[in-house]
């Protein structure tokens, strides 16, 4: 039986290293979108109160909610939730989308 090389025992085949360049694409994916998601969700967090306060000149949402307000309380925070659950949705989307893409190389 023939002793092995090395230096070829150490090196993976070519097509070992094609898998694991795709599946870097694939983490390298999910990485960027996961930063652009948290980043899309306190954009969302942040903007979309004053968004509301715009559209409702007459209403202090804020001065509502000390107040007690229940009614305004639960619909102001329901419309922030529910934007933020949007953008969520469609960043996870995305990445997942890119994932598969590179994932379909392999």
């Known amino acids: 039986m023939p002793t092995p090389d090395p230096v070829t025992s150490l090196?993976?085949?070519p097509e070992t290293m094609v898998q694991l360049a795709w599946l870097g694409w694939a983490v390298a994916y999910a990485v960027v979108g996961g930063?652009?998601?948290i980043f899309m969700?306190?954009?969302a967090s942040t903007f979309l109160p004053r968004l509301i306060n715009r559209f409702?000149?007459?209403l202090d949402e804020e001065k509502e909610i000390a107040r007690g307000n229940q009614a305004v309380a639960e619909y102001f925070g329901r419309v922030v939730a529910?934007?933020?659950i949007?953008?969520?949705v469609v960043v996870a989307a995305a990445v997942a989308a890119g994932v598969i893409a590179a994932l379909h190389g392999v």
Do not use: E, Y
């Open 11 to 13: 090196t993976a085949p």
């Open 35 to 37: 930063l652009v998601g």
């Open 41 to 43: 969700v306190i954009l």
């Open 56 to 58: 409702t000149p007459a």
């Open 82 to 84: 529910a934007a933020i």
């Open 86 to 88: 949007g953008a969520s």
